[in-house]
């Protein structure tokens, strides 16, 4: 039996679940700015005393790697990383976007093979990361950090209805809700309980990483704010 802690901190969702044999459990999950580092752990211990397991259960951890916030991917992997090491149990990492599209398209009960669908994560501005996939979760266009405009996507969106969701989409309205097949979703929120299907996945074909060199998928190189006077 496979009992996988997943752990979702790429965005400003604080989100832990659990699941055995890719058969979800139970999760705890918030969604406030800074409260990954003081509630991480917090979380992941009353999931598990809730749900009566201990930390000796879990056969794995499951992490969103990135793309997303660099202080909040940074929590999470240094969490799930130590899990790892102290349990000596194997470490699987989940793409943000992959694992934001399997949970949407969960959600989306009848869907048009004409469809396809692009995760968002607001990357300040007008960037996102962005990557597009089909109705099986298959990448379509890799992971990539985008300036949106009036024309991106414009080749993708003259042939496909597209799905827009994520902490992203919202503000990116503007420039893509004029085209006809674009569809902006604003009510999609990162759960750790999107990362269970790959995550089994990735554990039944032994797909873990090395839990000494790990490192999250940060896609661009962090840039600190300037100190408030």
Request: proline share 3%.
């Amino acid at each position: 039996m496979a009992l996988i802690l997943h752990i979702e901190t790429a965005t400003i969702t604080c989100s832990v679940a659990l699941a055995e044999n890719g058969v979800f459990i139970d999760k705890i999950e918030r969604t406030e700015a800074n409260i990954h580092a003081s509630s991480l752990t917090v979380f992941i211990d009353e999931l598990l005393k809730k749900n009566q397991r201990g930390f000796k259960d879990l056969e794995a951890v499951a992490v969103s790697m990135g793309p997303g916030s660099y202080t909040g991917l940074r929590i999470g992997v240094s969490t799930a990383k130590g899990l790892c090491f102290a349990l000596d149990i194997p470490l699987i990492a989940i793409n943000t976007l992959t694992a934001m599209a399997n949970g949407f398209i969960k959600k989306c009960y009848s869907v048009n093979g004409n469809t396809v669908f692009c995760p968002m994560i607001d990357a300040r501005r007008m960037e996102v990361y962005t990557a597009f996939y089909n109705k099986e979760v298959e990448v379509l266009k890799a992971t990539e950090a985008v300036i949106v405009d009036e024309n991106s996507f414009k080749a993708i969106l003259d042939t496909y209805i597209v799905y827009f969701f994520g902490d992203g989409a919202p503000k990116c309205e503007e420039v893509l809700g004029t085209h006809m097949n674009t569809r902006i979703m604003d009510d999609f929120t990162n759960s750790a309980e999107d990362l269970i299907e790959p995550a089994f996945e990735k554990f039944k074909e032994r797909t873990f990483e090395d839990v000494a060199y790990f490192e999250p998928f940060y896609l661009k190189d962090y840039v600190a704010g300037k100190k408030k006077a």
